[in-house]
T-cell receptor
């Protein structure tokens, strides 16, 4: 079966750095997405990786290693507004998105 | 209105009721999706429409019935639901369902409670 694993919950301090990991086992690979979802709101797109390496977008970076079936989302200079759930999703060989259950990130002052 | 909108935002219904969820996208996209999101579980894809044709139905019970009258509107008709159907129902749209880097844009969801 297809599976995406990510930690259920993480806690970090305002101003710090946090890394949210995602491992996947899917039938084929056509890209990996990270989405942010604040409580009671829509998931919003953060990043897309299809080649190995690091993609940087301001305070957020996303890394992919296809050989290891592994990605991480790195958040720097954490702000209180970064408290949200972070969803990892992989597009399989049929271009279907397989979703993880999300990581709830709690930021403390 | 911009992006993807959904109504109602909250819905409480009995198991014998019939109700409909509505989704509208203002992005000019060709594909629309219904997802179910339950607490601490991955998003579950329910239905995909591309150019108003249903292209995927992930073994969803017949008590959920989708309708896509045009590329901007998507409905989910509900009847004789069960308490385990209580969840957040999310609508999304994208330019092309089979595109490589295609991003899905989500609506805010309808929080459904079945009593």
């Amino acid at each position: 079966g297809q599976n995406i694993d990510q930690p259920t919950e993480m806690t970090a301090t305002e101003g710090a750095i946090v890394q949210i990991n995602c491992t996947y086992q899917t039938s084929g690979f056509n890209g990996l997405f990270w989405y942010q979802q604040h409580a009671g709101e829509a998931p919003t797109f953060l990043s897309y990786n299809v080649l190995d390496g690091l993609e940087e977008k301001g305070r957020f970076s996303s890394f992919l290693s296809r050989s290891k079936g592994y990605s991480y989302l790195l958040l720097k200079e954490l702000q209180m507004k970064d408290s949200a759930s972070y969803l990892c999703a992989v597009r399989d060989r049929n271009y279907q998105l397989i979703w993880g259950a999300g990581t709830k990130l709690i930021i403390k002052p | 209105e911009t992006g993807v909108t959904q109504t109602p935002r909250h819905l409480v219904m009995g198991m014998t009721n019939k109700k409909s969820l509505k989704c509208e996208q203002h992005l000019g996209h060709n594909a629309m999706y219904w997802y179910k999101q339950s607490a601490k579980k991955p998003l579950e894809l329910m239905f995909v429409y591309s150019l108003e044709e249903r292209v995927e139905n992930n073994s969803v019970p017949s008590r959920f019935s989708p309708e896509c009258p045009n590329s901007s509107h998507l409905f989910l008709h509900l009847h004789t639901l069960q308490p385990e159907d209580s969840a957040l129902y999310l609508c999304a749209s994208s330019q092309d369902p089979s595109g490589g880097a295609e991003t899905q844009y989500f609506g805010p969801g309808t929080r459904l409670l079945v009593l």
